[in-house]
């Protein structure tokens, strides 16, 4: 195991009470899966969570475009209240479109939302990690890197200041391991957490895999065959498969640090020293005059 990676574990109490946290992703399925347990686990330890999905994911689902815009939006507002997001947004770029948008604009949009709820971190998209095909993944990615610092300077949107919002950069930052190979430092306990994001997972039915326990056992029935694993409802159905067949890389993932579940991450932290260089070098030198 590199010395460098750090295993982050559950907090007793709340000791994040009063951050906020946004987590930003483009597609429905996007953070159940690559940060389900992280976001539960900081709302657990006081966090505010909130959600932005940038897409409107209307290429994934069973329908026409129009039902998939339908059908994702709806299924996005049950999968954040199953991880217990308290405000949810979205962005409705249209789906595997988003290298023609205005980087600009998108960024303008996040500054906004970072300033309105004060976000202190961000969970999203690593901008420069390798092997990502969707261009709805770089491009939040980098619009919200971009946004994180940005937000904190008075001259970028300055109406923003009229309409009474300050200035406020975004100083955490965990990045999804979204593609084998990207590089990670982080690795969170998801143990704990497990059953919430196994709750969210099941609420993407669109795209995620979240109704494949259902139809399974749909089929099986018509076959006159049933799996025990699959108990006797749907939802028994669904939560019983994410579990059985669609957590392999949390497994995966927490089996060197003796976990049962974990979800890796690059974790910066940006914050400012309790005490900046300059000012410890006056308490130590200064004289009187
Ligand atoms: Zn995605």
């Known amino acids: 195991m590199s010395p460098d990676i750090v295993v982050e574990r559950d907090q007793s109490g709340q000791p994040h009470r009063g951050k906020v946290f946004a987590a930003i992703h483009a597609h429905l399925d ?7 347990g992280l976001c539960a686990k900081l709302i657990a330890e006081g966090y505010t969570g909130c959600l932005i999905r940038t897409s409107n994911d209307e290429k994934c689902g069973r329908g026409t475009i129009a039902q998939n ?7 996005h507002f049950k999968m954040a209240a199953a991880l217990g997001f308290k405000e949810t947004f979205d962005f409705y770029y249209r789906n595997h479109r988003m290298n023609g948008i ?6 303008g949009r996040l500054i906004l939302l970072f300033r ?5 971190t961000v969970i999203s998209f690593n901008p420069w990690g390798h092997g990502e095909e969707n261009p709805d993944h770089w491009v939040t990615g980098r619009a919200v890197e971009e946004a994180c610092w940005m937000s904190g300077m008075a001259n970028d949107f300055p109406e923003h200041l009229e309409a009474g919002l300050r200035p406020h950069p975004v100083c955490e930052r965990y990045y999804f391991y979204a593609r084998s190979g990207q590089p990670y430092n982080r690795v969170v306990d998801a143990g ?8 969210a997972i099941v609420e993407c039915r669109s795209q995620g895999g979240g109704d494949l326990g ?3 056992r749909a089929e ?9 694993l699959l108990g006797d409802s749907d939802r028994t159905a669904d939560r019983a498969y994410v579990r059985q067949f669609l957590l392999d890389d949390d497994r995966e993932y927490g089996q060197p640090h003796g976990l049962a579940f974990a979800e890796r991450f690059f974790y910066l ?11 410890a070098y006056i308490g130590k030198y200064a004289v009187p005059a």
Do not use: M, W
């Open 214 to 216: 259902s139809k399974l």
């Open 192 to 199: 704990a957490h497990i059953e919430k994001k196994i709750d």
């Open 69 to 75: 815009i339908l059908s994702n939006q709806e299924e």
């Open 116 to 120: 309105l709820l004060k976000v202190d």
């Open 102 to 107: 205005s980087s600009t604009e998108i960024r």
């Open 220 to 228: 099986l029935a018509r076959q006159r065959r049933r799996l025990p």
């Open 30 to 36: 996007d953070v159940p899966y690559y940060a389900g």
């Open 269 to 279: 932290d940006h914050r400012p020293p309790a005490r900046s260089k300059v000012d």
